[in-house]
């Protein structure tokens, strides 16, 4: 039976499956539940007892040990909503997302994607047909070109050429995939044929495609992106912008919304340009379109993500709009309700991607049992996680565990709020970068809204510095603190001086004790 805001579509179901896991499966079966949908989960046999197959109403296991033969396979996540009774198929982020042949198969199944078509994944999946996209719309693109070079072909005089055209510095980028992948920044001719070599190989190693294209490294730049919905009907908005400029290796940390940097003027014209963008591939569902902005105000074309994006919740704090709820309705058929003039800025919302990693060890990723997870609640605080307290952390899957985010009037109440939930977030068993994030979001650049994308490339070495000890040793201590009723409280009333130097907190053992094993 059909929920009775889908009684008129013309698409209706009743049922969806989400081909994902963790956080974001989490996310999409509780808002699927909210709007009277049957949801469905899928998982291998190391996530039997996770929390996604918790929450969800059904759950089909996947067998195989391999990603290839669970998450990343496309005829059993097919067959799981078959056998399900699924009507639809939400394929969240990550994973299978921006495959346009996953998408293809979901369609060809009579089942309904809840995502953009196939063409418009294909096309801004590689990176040299959405750049002649972008020019073609009169979309402001990065000056580069392509480079394709025929096996065996003396590449050094074409590859020499384009470098000289474009100029120095550039950046060298593999035309298929992501994620940091094929990609090389050059700053000096004499560096071009090792870069290049490397960057090649790395792309058919990654990709199977080792096509790269030379692009204008723009230096003290940030990273802004546009969220929007379109419907089928040919009706786009953006939902305004989220500075993502805090990264590492390519891989963003912390996201805000609104953007510090940008000024109405900008901010309207970089949403217009987004929407011409989504309009050149005749975009359906919701998506968001990157761009990096150079230190003199121009901005840029990068990339577009043709699915849910992990910090959307920030956007959804500011405006009000459920995005993933928006996903639903437009796979169903539904018109956008919605015009631009509708859409408003409400405060500040920052997100905090909180990792199961070694900030003092290159983030290596860590592993252990969550022995102690108290996370920050109150006014202004979302938690979206797909773990619980006694939940073993593996190297199986990204090391996300949560993402922290917080809302306020404006963003130095948003930060003071962030700076005391990451605070009050008490982690034990397993190492994380809650120190590092907090020490980050103290530095003079962020506090005032300067962050660009190198920021932590050059950033000193003491804010990476992480103190652990033996965490067997901590849980021991702390549990045993707790269960007789001692803390730091009565242990001042002793001493008169015993206050967490950290927090200021005083009276939680284990809120001390996560200080030196974050």
């Given at each position: 039976m059909f929920p009775d805001w889908m009684?008129?579509?013309?698409?209706?179901?009743?049922?969806?499956?989400?081909?994902?896991?963790?956080?974001?499966?989490?996310?999409?079966?509780?808002?699927?539940?909210?709007?009277?949908?049957?949801?469905?989960?899928i998982y291998s046999d190391s996530d039997a007892n996770s929390l996604h197959v918790e929450v969800s109403e059904e759950a089909i296991h996947l067998p195989g040990k391999l990603l290839s033969e669970t998450y990343l396979n496309i005829e059993a996540i097919i067959n799981a909503a078959?056998?399900?009774?699924?009507?639809?198929?939400?394929?969240?982020?990550?994973?299978?997302?921006?495959?346009?042949?996953?998408?293809?198969a979901v369609v060809d199944s009579n089942l309904i994607w809840i995502g953009p078509s196939?063409?418009?994944?294909?096309?801004?999946g590689d990176k040299i047909s959405?750049?002649?996209?972008?020019?073609?719309?009169g979309v402001p693109i990065i000056p580069g070109e392509e480079i394709f070079i025929e096996k065996d072909e003396d590449y050094i005089g074409p590859l020499a050429a384009a470098a000289a055209r474009?100029?120095?510095?550039?950046?060298?980028?593999?035309?298929?995939g992501g994620g940091g992948k094929g990609m090389r920044a050059v700053y000096e001719p004499k560096n071009l044929k090792s870069q290049y070599e490397a960057a090649s190989r790395e792309a058919s190693t990654a990709f199977g495609d080792g096509t790269?294209?030379?692009?204008?490294l723009l230096t003290k730049a940030r990273h802004v992106e546009i969220q929007i919905l379109c419907d089928e009907r040919g009706n786009s908005i953006h939902l305004n912008e989220r500075d993502c400029s805090l990264q590492r290796r390519h891989q963003k940390v912390i996201e805000e919304a609104p953007s510090p940097a940008l000024s109405d003027e900008i901010r309207q014209s970089m949403g217009e340009s987004a929407i011409k963008a989504a309009n050149s591939v005749n975009y359906v569902g919701a998506g968001t379109v990157e761009f990096l902005l150079s230190s003199n105000e121009?901005?840029?074309?990068?990339?577009?993500?043709t699915r849910l994006q992990v910090e959307h919740p920030i956007t959804e704090l500011i405006t009000g709009i459920d995005i993933v709820q928006k996903q639903f309705e437009i796979a169903a058929g539904i018109e956008l309700n919605l015009n631009q003039e509708d859409i408003g800025i409400n405060g500040h919302s920052i997100e905090a991607r909180i990792y199961a990693e070694n900030p003092s060890n290159g983030f290596l990723p860590a592993t252990g049992i969550l022995s102690k997870w108290k996370f920050p609640n109150g006014p202004g605080i979302r938690l979206d996680s797909g773990f619980r307290e006694g939940d073993e952390i593996t190297i199986d899957f990204d090391p996300m565990l949560a993402k922290l985010i917080v809302h306020a009037p404006n963003r130095e109440t948003a930060l003071r709020k962030l700076d005391t939930a990451i605070s009050d977030f008490i982690i034990l068993g397993v190492m994380t970068n809650l120190g590092f994030l907090r020490d980050v979001i103290k530095q003079d650049e962020f506090f005032e809204g300067q962050i660009t994308t190198d920021y932590l490339e050059n950033a000193p070495e003491s804010l990476f510095a992480q103190t652990s000890s033996n965490p067997s040793h901590l849980i021991a201590i702390a549990s045993a603190a707790e269960r007789i009723g001692v803390n730091r409280q009565s242990l001042g009333q002793l001493s008169g001086e015993m206050v967490d130097d950290y927090s200021g907190h005083i009276g939680d053992p284990f809120r001390t004790l996560s200080r030196i094993f974050p």
């Open positions: 009684k008129d579509a013309p698409k209706p179901y009743s049922s969806v499956l989400v081909a994902n896991r963790g956080e974001i499966a989490v996310r999409i079966l509780q808002s699927a539940r909210e709007l009277g949908l049957k949801g469905i989960s078959k056998i399900s009774g699924a009507e639809a198929i939400h394929p969240g982020y990550g994973f299978l997302s921006e495959r346009s042949d996953f998408a293809k196939p063409k418009s994944i294909q096309i801004m959405a750049r002649n996209k972008m020019i073609d719309s474009v100029g120095y510095p550039l950046l060298l980028k593999a035309s298929a790269v294209y030379v692009e204008r121009q901005f840029f074309f990068l990339e577009m993500n």
